[in-house]
């Protein structure tokens, strides 16, 4: 199926998601970036003097990465083989997951999977579309659940979840939760779209008015 993924999220302005990411990121040290794409992020690792490896499941992006310089491994993260070969180019003091839990069949499962990968100190990103998000809950009152090319009912999802059922999957999989805040929210009524008070507003009720989040989370210390 189509989808709009293997943009280049440069073309489409800095996401805050980006932001955040970029700034959690300094002074990590070596980087795993899984679903990297064509490496935009990458890049920026490199410019400021990083090490970033990247996993992409998109053929054709993973190529553009590797033709950019990048170091990339093309295969999706769920895959033996592949994590095979990312545990050889760890360990990592940070690995990203932005927009890709949702489309693996079982995510915890990845996340405990992942959990050694990182070096003492270390930490995992990620970003996750809210199902709660109130624009699906009104299209749901009126008997609606379209899929669409992206967004949070990408038709490439294949999990959704809930601010609540996120931190849940995140517990269960061996992690503990340092932060989490929206990076994209609107306000009903109002029609405030990713506005500084939109997403600050978004933080006391991040299950109903933010549309994706950013987690930062620690590995617990037993699963």
């Known amino acids: 199926m189509g989808s709009n993924y293997g943009?280049?999220?440069?073309?489409?302005?800095m996401a805050l998601k980006y932001y955040h990411a970029l700034k959690e990121t300094e002074g990590a040290g070596r980087i795993l970036d899984v679903g990297c794409s064509t490496g935009s992020l990458q890049g920026l690792f490199k410019e400021r003097g990083q090490e970033a490896v990247g996993v992409e499941v998109d053929a054709r992006a993973a190529a553009a990465a590797h033709a950019?310089?990048?170091e990339v491994l093309a295969g999706s993260i769920a895959d033996p083989a592949v994590l095979a070969q990312i545990r050889n180019r760890g360990p990592f003091g940070?690995?990203?997951?932005?927009d890709v839990l949702e489309h693996l069949p079982e995510p915890w499962i990845v996340l405990r999977e992942i959990?050694?990968?990182?070096?003492?100190?270390?930490?995992?990103?990620?970003t996750l579309p809210n199902v709660a998000f109130w624009r699906i809950r009104w299209r749901l009152m009126k008997g609606r659940f379209d899929y669409r090319l992206e967004g949070i009912l990408?038709?490439?999802h294949l999990r959704f979840f809930t601010v609540e059922g996120a931190r849940s999957m995140f517990n269960i999989s061996g992690w503990n939760v340092e932060s989490t805040y929206p990076t994209s929210a609107e306000l009903p009524i109002l029609g405030m779209k990713?506005?500084?008070?939109?997403v600050r507003t978004a933080r006391h009720r991040p299950n109903l008015l933010a549309e994706v989040c950013a987690w930062k989370l620690r590995p617990a210390p037993d699963l």
């Open 194 to 198: 990713d506005t500084l008070f939109a």
């Open 68 to 70: 950019r310089g990048l």
């Open 7 to 13: 943009q280049d999220f440069a073309g489409r302005g």
């Open 154 to 156: 990408d038709r490439n």
């Open 94 to 98: 940070a690995i990203l997951c932005m």
């Open 115 to 126: 959990r050694p990968l990182l070096a003492p100190g270390g930490f995992l990103f990620c």
